[in-house]
């Protein structure tokens, strides 16, 4: 059959491709002996991207004789009587390569035409040289057929569009889109900076159960599983916080993890169940030097995959220093008009709530609405980023309050184009307030609250030995990653993310 060229394959033609591919490499195992799938190894010497780079001088009909060995997956071909002609890709770049009868002799050329398809990788040694057209190229002197691809390429390789496609065949995705290579690999960057970053600060990389007793660190819905040997139930984890905290409990000073983290929540554009998160904790330090290091962080980020000023989406962001700080009452005050501190009763608060069609229970102080109204009204207009700091006591269990105003906490989440990023406080070393606010949450979780906070007693068995003044921090790699590619779903920056089985 003939393959379509400007359109996505439907299932019965990949399957037919398929059925003839099949075919085809029966064939060359029977008429040639030859079995591409028993190659065990290529010198490649070269990459397309180093060809590219070192002959770019090379002017109109200019040939030189250096030998290149380089090797690629075959993306178009254009086969004709006695030359032909074909576009390769690797890991770096694409390149053109020229097959002449001449050059092969018959018996190779005809090999060549009989036997190699798009998709399939061939080793190929060679001598660079630009056509009269102006294209770089490699005259073809001996090649080796590596591997057959039994499925075609989508769209002549030029793109896959469907997105349903390109997350559950992210190999796919990434042969045919070349800049969804290239978002991965600024996604790698982006964590090596976190690692340089934090290691020069003196910052140690330590790792931390996924597999835990208690789900804590958060306040999230948790994935439940069961350890046969031990006979109890498992949580994967949701944060890396506690056990973070036992280690600058034990003198390790300043740690870090970069790890997944795993939520039992709905998927949307900001979401996966399965997340990469950096958890960052000094001792003697407080929420203003996490402040000071996120934003050092995020720059840095910004620096090494291009600009501190992005196109998101359309928007323009800078994540020039110093990002803008305010607390969560003043901005509600902007956004909303509404004094917190003119309320003067959790009624008043939840007649105002009601007002602006909050949905609420009835039982919610003054703090809760407030949050509620941040949530509702504030979040989605903080499109630069902005450090949103004193956070209420009442939903922030696991940081130090401030000595000014108890009810509120010395604590930040960073938000850009409306969604957080980041999450960092003075931490509470406090044992007996910290076993209150756990038994608070505790009472939350037994009224219902799926998502309030485990009752840790180890953790504060570890407080009880002496947390010193500590400052720790929180970003969502991910959501970092697509604002800093201009990803617009969290699902492109995930190589595999979370998808409904197909029927």
């Known amino acids: 059959m003939s393959e379509p060229k400007e359109m996505e394959w439907t299932l019965e033609e990949e399957n037919e491709v398929y059925r003839q591919r099949m075919e085809k490499l029966d064939r060359l195992r029977r008429e040639e002996g030859y079995d591409p799938f ?74 060549f035409k009989k036997w190699v398809d798009s998709g399939d990788f061939v080793g190929v040694v060679g001598h660079p040289f630009r056509t009269r057209r102006g294209e770089l190229s490699l005259q073809v002197d001996s090649f080796k057929l590596l591997s057959k691809a039994l499925r075609p390429l989508p769209e002549k390789w030029h793109g896959l569009k469907d997105t349903e496609t390109r997350y559950r065949r992210r190999y796919v995705d990434l042969i045919a889109n070349p800049e969804v290579r290239d978002v991965f690999r600024k996604r790698s960057l982006i964590i090596a900076t976190f690692r340089r970053v934090l290691e020069a600060h003196g910052t140690l990389e330590v790792e931390t159960p996924t597999l835990s007793p208690l789900a804590g660190g958060a306040n999230a819905r948790p994935f439940v599983t069961y350890h046969n040997a031990l006979g109890l139930d498992m949580y994967l984890r949701i944060a890396t916080e506690l056990y973070l905290k036992r280690l600058i409990v034990g003198m390790m000073g300043r740690v870090y993890e970069i790890g997944k983290n795993f939520r039992n929540e709905g ?96 039982d919610e102080s003054r703090f809760i609405v407030l949050s509620k109204l941040f949530e509702e009204f504030v979040e989605e207009k903080l499109i630069q980023p902005t450090f949103v700091l004193g956070h209420p006591t009442e939903i922030s269990p696991l940081a130090k309050r401030n000595p000014d105003e108890p009810d509120f906490t010395n604590r930040f989440e960073l938000f850009v184009y409306g969604k957080e990023v980041a999450n960092a406080f003075s931490e509470l070393n406090d044992p007996i307030d910290q076993r209150g606010r756990f038994m608070d949450q505790l009472q939350k979780k037994e009224a219902g609250d799926d998502e309030a906070h485990a009752f840790d007693e180890d953790f504060i068995n570890a407080l009880e030995y002496g947390l010193p003044p500590t400052g720790g921090l929180g970003i969502g790699i991910d959501r970092l990653v697509m604002f800093l590619t201009n990803s617009r ?5 995930i190589f595999f993310p979370t998808m409904r089985p197909r029927d």
């Open 267 to 362: 998927i949307d554009a900001m979401h996966n169940p399965e997340f990469t998160a950096m958890e960052v904790y000094w001792a003697y330090a407080n929420y203003e030097d996490m402040m000071n290091l996120t934003e050092e962080i995020i720059s840095a980020c910004a620096d090494a995959v291009g600009s501190r000023v992005v196109d998101y989406q359309g928007t323009e962001i800078s994540f020039e220093r110093p990002f803008r700080r305010g607390t969560m009452v003043d901005l509600v005050r902007e956004h909303c008009g509404v004094d917190f501190h003119a309320w003067k009763s959790d009624d008043e608060a939840r007649s105002e709530a009601k007002r602006r069609h909050i949905e609420i229970k009835g």
């Open 38 to 111: 028993l190659v065990d190894r290529w010198e490649r010497e070269t990459t397309l991207a180093e060809v590219a780079r070192n002959f770019a001088h090379l002017k109109e009909d200019e040939h030189v004789e250096d030998r290149l060995v380089t090797a690629g997956r075959v993306l178009t071909v254009r086969k004709h009587g006695k030359a032909s002609f074909l576009t390769v890709g690797d890991e770096t770049a694409t390149l053109q390569l020229y097959f002449q009868v001449d050059a092969l002799g018959e018996e190779s050329y005809g090999f």
């Open 489 to 493: 779903s969290i699902r492109d920056v």
